[in-house]
């Protein structure tokens, strides 16, 4: 399954069953891009999203709100912890735990303010161990590219470095912890694009010009865009050894 298949196919089955020409967000694409280097199957995330909106059919319309993948993403989860039992047992190993998030402290919950449903309680996604292995590993990722920066580049890695450190030892909520790391990776990408070298970026772009040539003209031209800045900015931060620190990285 190549890179654009994935997330084409994904974006095609959630605006399906959304039933109306909804774009995908940055958060979206985030999700997205974290299943696919995960190694999520694709057929399972299709799975996953079609038995959410056959649930959501169920209900009365009134609370049909689903606007994005986010609220998909516990089913997603679900069905990759039993696809991937499933594939243990087939070679004969130990059976694999079950590696969802559970949450005991009702601080650690997001609620997805997109689904308007009363009977439906917060999603339960992130444990207070996962974000905070997740935090040091971004932070250490962080220092390490600090040390082979330099410039303008190094100066906002030091800066986003000690938010990190500071969101290490306190963070009010982890819906305000993932919209602040969210603001971090995007003056990352920002500054990325801004001291990359000139031949750097060119050379850069004709590489996934190249590797999204035969798809260009299936594409619409918005989710073309997307697909190549989310393969430039992907392609410069692996060169600069920078992580993304959004929580969906997990």
Wanted: aromatic letters at 10%.
């Amino acid at each position: 399954m190549n890179y654009f298949n994935y997330f084409s196919e994904i974006e095609e089955t959630f605006i399906r069953r959304r039933g109306r020409n909804l774009l995908l967000s940055p958060l979206d694409w985030a999700l997205i891009e974290s299943w696919q280097e995960r190694g999520i199957p694709l057929h399972v995330v299709v799975r996953a999203i079609e038995t959410v909106f056959d649930g959501v059919d169920k209900k009365p319309k009134a609370g049909r709100a689903v606007k994005s993948l986010f609220y998909c993403k516990e089913e997603i989860e679900a069905q990759y912890g039993e696809w991937l039992e499933m594939q243990t047992g087939k070679n004969g190993a130990a059976k694999i735990s079950d590696f969802r998030f559970q949450i005991p402290d009702s601080k650690f919950q997001i609620s997805d303010s997109s689904v308007q449903d009363s009977g439906s309680s917060k999603n339960e996604l992130f444990s207070p161990e996962a974000i905070k292995n997740h935090l040091e590993k971004v932070s250490a990722d962080l220092r390490a590219a600090i040390v082979r920066s330099k410039g303008d580049l190094r100066g906002v890695l030091e800066k986003v470095s000690k938010r990190l450190g500071e969101f290490e030892k306190n963070f009010n909520s982890v819906e305000k912890l993932e919209e602040s790391l969210e603001t971090l990776d995007g003056l990352l990408d920002e500054i990325l694009l801004k001291t990359a070298e000139k031949g750097e970026i060119s050379k850069l772009q004709a590489e996934t010009a190249k590797q999204l040539a035969s798809y260009k003209n299936k594409m619409e031209r918005d989710v073309y865009r997307r697909t190549f800045d989310l393969m430039l900015l992907k392609k410069l931060r692996e060169r600069a050894g920078i992580p993304r620190l959004s929580l969906f990285y997990l």
